[in-house]
């Protein structure tokens, strides 16, 4: 596996990245603040900057006809505003990951059904932690950290000083990162029997996908990479779900493992796959990240599903 961590370099204090350092500051300093203020100013930050950013309100609502045309338009609009919220209560989900105490994360987390990794750990048997993207992903990953250590899969940042930062604030507490293109050194991972986070519910474009059904789309752009992880490493396939309550509490729910996962077929591994994601997102629907263009890629022939 390749040690991806990346050095402070001096360089990072030169005018071209005083942006970047401002930000991460400002991320530091609105952590500090009581939690329910940051959600609070979260759902705020999030209804001014999307209602500015027409394109990406109108992809969340896009998808959101896709998925469930038979939704009522009030239950959508309704899902929409949420789910706006949500995205703004995200940038503030962040720096609680980042900066928090292992205390003040403990405070605002439960974790349920830790003791299923537990056996597999006793088994020697690696998990391929099955995510989706949440908004409060990132806090999710920190709260399980504390209690047990993972690795993460991640896109390291084209400006290297943001890079930095994201690394050391992901790799807080027990939590290693991989490159998304370091295949083998996730398999071995795997394979000692580590749990690795892993979200294929992104449309990663043609290359190492196929084709299957996701809600009301029959034909989703979806990774073959569970499939190939699963079958080079011999590992089970476990999902888990991070929800904010009404109550504004988070709890990070292990399920049990996908104990009839399709080894045999590609595309039947998708299709199970994205059933299993299916329930995650339905877990709490106005907390997933709508705001991506999920079904962009389509077959051969096929026009687009998003306005040009």
Known sequence: MKNNSPAFRWQFLLPKYWGTLLLVALMYALSTLPFKVQIALGKRVGRLVLGRMKKRTNTIRRNLDLCFPKMSEDEKERLTVEN???TGIALFETAMAWFWSDKRVNKHVTI????QLEELEKQGKGALMLAVHSMNLELGARAFGIKKSGTGV???NSNSCYDYFQYKGRSRSNRTLIDRR????????LKT??????????DYGRRRSTFAPLFAVENACTTTGTSMLVNA?????VPFTMVRDS?????LTIHPYLDEFPKECEQLAAVYTNRAIETSIMAAPSQYMWLHRRFKTRPEGEQCLYAM
């Open 112 to 115: 349920i059904g830790m003791e």
């Open 154 to 156: 991640y896109r390291p």
């Open 247 to 251: 109550n504004d509490h988070y709890t």
């Open 84 to 86: 706006i919220e949500n």
């Open 193 to 202: 029997g580590k749990r690795v986070w892993y979200a294929p519910d992104h």
């Open 233 to 237: 490493s011999d590992c089970v396939v």
């Open 182 to 189: 370091d295949v083998k050194g996730m398999i071995d991972a």
